[in-house]
Antibody, heavy 121, light 113 residues
Framework: EVQLVESGGGLVQPGGSLRLSCAASGFTFSSHWMTWVRQAPGKGLEWVANINQDGSDKFYVDSVKGRFTISRDNAKKSVFLQMNSLTAEDTAVYYC??????????????WGQGTLVTVSS | DIVLTQSPDSLAVSLGERATISCKSSQSIFYSSNKKNYLAWYQQKPGQPPKLLISWASTRESGVPDRFSGSGSGTDFTLTINSLQAEDVAVYYCQHFYSIPLTFGGGTKVEIK
């Protein structure tokens, strides 16, 4: 059974940093692109970033470029999202997701339960 | 960037009746090389992650009830829920997977009238 479990969320002050983790199991992690999607409270879904199988290709939504970094550790079957210079607009539930077909443009059939990031003083 | 505009923002439908949700894309998401529309539909219930319902605009995922159907091509797409059930109360999102950046529609909340 495919499982994605996010961790690392919490309350952080504006300008601060946080590192999210997503632990994967139930599939060959090193064969799949991985993605982060976020959802602000009461709002819609926003694709944040994705990373290819060996970590050599990464893509970001414009609003996080230069502040967020996606990475992965295939040995630990985990994907990470380092978030720096956080603002209130980054407050959201962050979901880890796995795509159906692979590639940087994909749809998602496996999602974690999400981890809440709150940016507030 | 491709903008997906969903309408309505919310709708209330009686049990057993039909719900229809529109998703309009700012540009065509149809690839002529493989004749596929790069559009997916998701259902999200409160406190849960999204669930993939439909891929390629009209292909139902395994286990999704056949009262859910997707249609459309190019820039105009529709999700139809026939004979609405109580368990269908949720927010529904469209998403394109045509190119980066991936984007989602704003969501449509479906409630029981």
């Amino acid at each position: 059974e495919v499982q994605l479990v996010e961790s690392g969320g919490g309350l952080v002050q504006p300008g601060g940093s946080l590192r999210l983790s997503c632990a994967a199991s139930g599939f060959t992690f090193s064969s799949h692109w991985m993605t982060w999607v976020r959802q602000a409270p009461g709002k819609g879904l926003e694709w944040v970033a994705n990373i290819n199988q060996d970590g050599s290709d990464k893509f970001y939504v414009d609003s996080v470029k230069g502040r967020f970094t996606i990475s992965r550790d295939n040995a630990k079957k985990s994907v990470f999202l380092q978030m720096n210079s956080l603002t209130a607009e980054d407050t959201a539930v962050y979901y880890c997701a796995r795509g159906v077909y692979g590639g940087n443009s994909d749809l998602f059939n496996y999602w974690g339960q999400g981890t809440l990031v709150t940016v507030s003083s | 960037d491709i903008v997906l505009t969903q309408s309505p923002d919310s709708l209330a439908v009686s049990l057993g009746e039909r719900a229809t949700i529109s998703c309009k894309s700012s540009q065509s998401i149809f690839y002529s090389s493989n004749k596929k529309n790069y559009l997916a539909w998701y259902q999200q219930k409160p406190g849960q992650p999204p669930k993939l319902l439909i891929s390629w605009a009209s292909t139902r995922e395994s286990g999704v009830p056949d009262r859910f159907s997707g249609s459309g091509s190019g820039t105009d797409f529709t999700l139809t829920i026939n004979s609405l059930q109580a368990e269908d109360v949720a927010v529904y999102y469209c998403q394109h997977f045509y190119s980066i950046p991936l984007t989602f529609g704003g969501g449509t909340k479906v409630e029981i009238k």
